[in-house]
Structures are given as structure tokens and as C-alpha cells.
DNA sequence: GCTTATGATGTGCGTCTGCTTATCATTTGT
DNA sequence: ACAAATGATAAGCAGACGCACATCATAAGC
């Protein structure tokens, strides 16, 4: 049976996810990214996605909020909106080069810190945790 | 040597963080607690605080906006603030007997619905990763 | 064709939050 | 005794957020 008592796994994380965003705030300043729109470049290198909605969906934002953050991205270079042609209404987003190279910049650095944090623990388990925090990400639908 | 990518993990906390707030919001609203209120009453519980600038420190709160959640929860008859003899500046924060009957209640179900979300781990994974979160959140100050 | 549904966008509202400044009581250092 | 530091509290401000509502263009079903 597990350790009767444990902190709730909420505060644990909380904490880590402070730590987490405070490394990553002056490595955004330094590309500058928000982090909104950093989770924006992020989820459309990573994955295709059609739809604006499904993107703010996709990133647990609001959809009326994305809106500023595409635009400054887009003005910045770094996403491109054209209508899809099979469907007006849409407006298809895609990374472009520049962003790409930005994002992956900015996640070489950002993954840099996040090994820091993880400094001190056994690659096994850093591999568990990892492979965890995976593991339930991708599972809670993202 | 590790996978070559793996997403941020920040990205994957997030997600999983979501899902715990998502859970845990009825669970409070059940017990007439807010997030604030029951991170106050978690931390008198566990630790004694004396000031309420280290409370507030404690759980990552601002100082000046933890005074409406301290006044709820004396209210409620969760906490008292006794004003301390041995210095009159500071008021002496703890929880009462009632304060943690409802903490303990609604701790137990918080972790019954984490309990849920780590379902599908196999006990190495679960106890691995709880270890490990456990191990990062102590570290870095709480 | 006309109604309904969908996608993008804008606007406004109420809330939460962090930050700053100010006040008051009290303690501490000299 | 007096100046400086500390703790609690209040008030104000700006930014970010979620949510609801409204508009407009376009698609799709009947």
C-alpha cells in the first residue's frame, strides 16, 4: 500500500509550475515571445491545426483571447492566416520559418532550465517522471 | 541518453494542472472553500505559520490579498487570529477544530479524484512520480 | 432559396491578481 | 527616549482573464 499521507499532488505541482514559469519568463522576454503566444508556435509546430477555436481549445485558452496574441505573431512573422480555399470562413494557420526557428530557439532554452530543475534526481527517475507527465498529458486529451 | 524531444514540461503540468483545479473546484464549492482558503487551512494544518506575510509566502499568495480569505475563513470558524502576547504587531494564525474537520474531509476527496486521474499507472509509475513531484516541490522552497 | 450552423472577430463586464503606496501599532537598535 | 524596522491593513491602479453577447461572412441541409 502507498505513504498514507502525501501532500495533495495540486500543491506539489503548483509549486513546480511557479518555478517552471519564473525560469521561463526572461527566456520569452529574450525571444520576444509571450507565453501565450510561445504555446501558440509550440502546438502549431508540433501538430496541424485547422481551426482557431481548436487552437485556443488545444492550448486552454480562451478563443476571444488568442485573437491579440495571433496577430502580434503574425505582424511578427512568425504565423501565417490565409483563407483556406475550401472554406472561407476559416483562416489557416501555419508556422513559418522565422517562428519556427524562434520557437525552437526559445525551447532549447527553456528545456536547458527545466533540466536544471530536474538536476539532482536518478535518470531513472527523471525517465518515470517524465514518461508520467507524458503519459497523463496526452491522455487528459491535451 | 534520453529522448532527443519531448515536449516542454511546462506544457504537460499545465495540462495535468488543469485537470486537477477542474477537479477539485466542486469538491471545494462542496465544502463552502475557495482555492485560497483551503491552500490557508492546508498549510496551518500541516506547519505551523507564524505570521501572515509567511503565510502568504507559503502558498505563493500577495501578502495584501490573502487579509480577505484570513477574514473568511476566522468567520467561518476554520481559523483563529489571536493577536500574539509576546509581540502585538503579529496576530497568531491557527486552524480551529472545525477548520480541520473540513479540511480533512475535503482532503480526501481531493485525493480520491487524484486518485482517478493517476489511474492506469502501474504502482511503480505512480509512486515514482509522486516521489519525484514530492522531491522538486520540497526542494524549491515550497 | 431559405433557414440553420459554423468560424472569426470585436466589445463590454466583472473578477482576480500583482504591485505600489500609505497608515497605524508595536518592537528593536542605539 | 528616539529613530528605524516590522507586521497588519486599506486603497488604488493596471493588466490579464473568462464569459456572454453581437456581428459578419460563409457553408450546409432541406
Chains 1, 2 share one sequence.
Do not use: N
Amino acid at each position: 500500500m502507498p505513504e498514507q499521507r502525501r501532500p495533495d499532488l495540486g500543491e506539489m505541482l503548483a509549486g513546480l509550475m511557479r518555478a517552471l514559469m519564473a525560469m521561463e519568463q526572461p527566456v520569452l522576454d529574450a525571444h520576444g515571445l509571450t507565453m501565450w503566444g510561445y504555446a501558440v508556435l509550440s502546438t502549431l509546430d508540433d501538430r496541424p491545426v485547422r481551426t482557431q477555436a481548436a487552437l485556443a481549445q488545444a492550448i486552454g485558452a480562451d478563443k476571444t483571447r488568442i485573437i491579440g496574441t495571433l496577430e502580434a505573431l503574425q505582424e511578427a512573422g512568425f504565423i501565417s492566416r490565409d483563407p483556406d480555399p475550401a472554406d472561407r470562413r476559416v483562416r489557416l494557420l501555419a508556422i513559418t520559418e522565422a517562428g519556427r526557428r524562434v520557437r525552437r530557439a526559445a525551447q532549447a532554452r527553456i528545456q536547458e532550465g527545466e533540466e536544471e530543475l530536474l538536476a539532482g534526481l536518478s535518470a531513472g527517475e527523471r525517465a518515470a517522471f517524465l514518461g508520467v507527465a507524458r503519459k497523463l498529458w496526452s491522455r487528459s486529451g491535451s
